[in-house]
Structure formats: structure tokens, C-alpha cells
């Protein structure tokens, strides 16, 4: 049997479910997911396993028309990311006709002549029949693709099929990550992310670009089955710290809970989640703030 291995990489407009089909595929959640453009702002790898290879996704932030450093800085690393990968999927939602965001994004792949290039139509279950055949010539007539596949994250249709046609086009390789590993994020990482998700529900206009999170720290209490949290979350102006506490701290106190019931199945124990929220002004443009904050 000719074992197969290699990275393979995610494109697409923000907000066409590339980090919904990553942790579909990888059967956990290693890539926050939200309605709000720029959700993904690291490069996340999930590795997928199978007896004939293992496929190594990288998930990448939204290519868009940056507006600040943070959006330029996403960009480059999107490209940093398809210099050094075998496979590119490039997404498409169903539900979406191909516009001009689509076409640029096509177009700037054939910078990365190394890669095989796949077109994934996703969201089926957000169209018609007839409109998943109209995607699905509309792409087709994009460039030469190694394949066109269409899938749902949601409804699981065709992923099995995306993962073996993404695992051919790999080269014969040993294996790259144990067994056991779904992902090489960090623990903190994965913990500071998950509050950032939380926080992202329920805001609109610029704050979703705005949050920030940091952790300051974690401590393993040994006197109880608990782990206490003490994380940061930056935004860049004061009326937007007002939004993100709300009256009272409710507001703070709902993405508290939310956050919680993600990170116990995470890390496996009770937590203590402490959110304190600051203002680093213009953080997207600054890049000094940029760095402290992980950018």
C-alpha cells in the first residue's frame, strides 16, 4: 500500500465555511468558526488520519482588500501558507455567485505553481439542485482543476470523498504527526481562541475586527478538579469596551458562559474563567501592539 502525506491548504473569500469544513474533517474543533469576516487570524493545521496516508489541512485567514496592517499581515501569511503547501482547496460557497473577490483569488494562484489546485463548492445544504449545478459550471469554468467537489460541513455529504481526492494528490511520503495528534495548536492558543469565538457572538459593525484576547494565565488548582483562566480581552476604543462588558457586565458575563462550556470539554476540568477587558487604541495599525499581541 503507497502511504501518502503532505499539507493541503483552504482559500476563499472570508466567510465561505473554510474553518467549518477543517474541523469537519478532522472530527474536532480546532478552528473557532462565527458569521464575522476575519474569524480566522492564525494559521491552524488539523491533521486528518487514514490507514493509506495522513493529510495535514491548514486552515488560513479570509484573502479580502485589507484596511489595516492586521489585514495586510493576514494576507501575507495566506500566501506564506500556499508557497509550502502540495494541495490548495479553494472554496466557493453554493449559495453565491463567483464575484470579482472570487475571480482575484483564482487568478493570484497561479503564483504557487508547486500546488495542485481543487475547487470545493461548500454549503450544499444552503441551495437548490439547480443552483449547486450553476456554482458548480461557473467554477468549472475558473482554470483546470484536479478536481471540482461539492460538499456540506453540516450535513457531512461528500467529505469522505474531498479527503481521498485530496490524499491522491499528495506525494508518497512517511508519516508526518503521530497518531494521536488532530492539531499542533497550543494549548493557550486554542483556550485564548475559544474566548475570542464567545466574545464575537452577538457584535456587529467594526468591534468583531476589534477583539483581541490574550491569556495571562493558567493555573492548575491541585486542591480541586479545576483549572483557573485569567485572560485579556483588548479592543481599540472605549466606547467598544462599554459594548463588550454591556449594562451592568452582563454582556461580559453571557461570553464568560459561553466560553466556559467550551473550554471544559477542552481541557477536561472545571474552569475559573477571569475576562478583563482593555483598550489598546487602533491595535490593527500599530505595529508594536500588533506584536504584543501576537500579530
Not at 56 to 78: F, I, S, Y
Request: aromatic share 4%; glycine share 6%; with cysteine.
Amino acid at each position: 500500500m503507497t502511504y501518502r502525506a503532505g499539507f493541503a491548504s483552504f482559500v476563499g473569500r472570508p466567510n465561505v465555511g473554510k474553518s467549518t469544513l477543517t474541523n469537519a474533517l478532522v472530527g474536532e474543533k480546532i478552528a473557532i468558526t462565527s458569521d464575522k469576516p476575519q474569524t480566522t487570524r492564525r494559521a491552524i493545521r488539523g491533521v486528518v488520519h487514514r490507514e493509506d496516508g495522513q493529510l495535514v489541512l491548514v486552515d488560513t485567514p479570509g484573502v479580502h482588500r485589507p484596511r489595516t496592517l492586521l489585514g495586510e499581515r493576514l494576507n501575507t501569511l495566506v500566501q506564506d501558507t500556499l508557497a509550502d503547501v502540495d494541495v490548495v482547496g479553494f472554496c466557493v460557497p453554493a449559495d453565491e455567485k463567483i464575484g470579482p473577490g472570487d475571480r482575484f483569488i483564482n487568478d493570484s494562484l497561479d503564483d504557487y505553481p508547486r500546488a495542485r489546485k481543487v475547487a470545493i463548492v461548500t454549503k450544499l445544504d444552503r441551495a437548490s439542485k439547480t443552483t449547486v449545478a450553476e456554482q458548480l459550471l461557473a467554477v468549472n469554468a475558473l482554470r483546470e482543476w484536479d478536481a471540482v467537489i461539492p460538499v456540506s460541513a453540516v450535513d457531512r455529504f461528500q467529505l469522505d470523498t474531498l479527503v481521498t481526492e485530496l490524499m491522491a494528490l499528495l506525494p508518497e511520503s512517511p508519516q508526518l504527526y503521530p497518531d494521536e495528534t488532530r492539531t499542533d495548536e497550543d494549548v493557550e492558543s486554542r483556550v485564548a481562541e475559544l474566548i475570542r469565538e464567545a466574545a464575537l457572538e452577538g457584535v456587529r459593525d467594526e468591534l468583531p475586527h476589534s477583539i483581541a484576547v490574550t491569556i495571562d494565565d493558567m493555573v492548575e488548582r491541585e486542591d480541586r478538579d479545576l483549572i483557573e483562566v485569567y485572560a485579556n480581552l483588548f479592543v481599540e476604543r472605549d466606547s467598544q469596551k462599554g459594548i463588550l462588558i454591556g449594562k451592568g457586565g452582563e454582556r461580559l458575563q453571557r461570553v464568560g458562559a459561553a466560553a466556559r462550556a467550551q473550554l471544559e470539554p477542552l481541557l477536561g476540568r472545571q474552569v475559573f474563567l477571569s475576562l478583563r477587558v482593555k483598550v489598546a487604541k487602533d491595535w490593527q495599525r500599530d505595529p508594536k501592539l500588533l506584536g504584543r499581541l501576537g500579530f
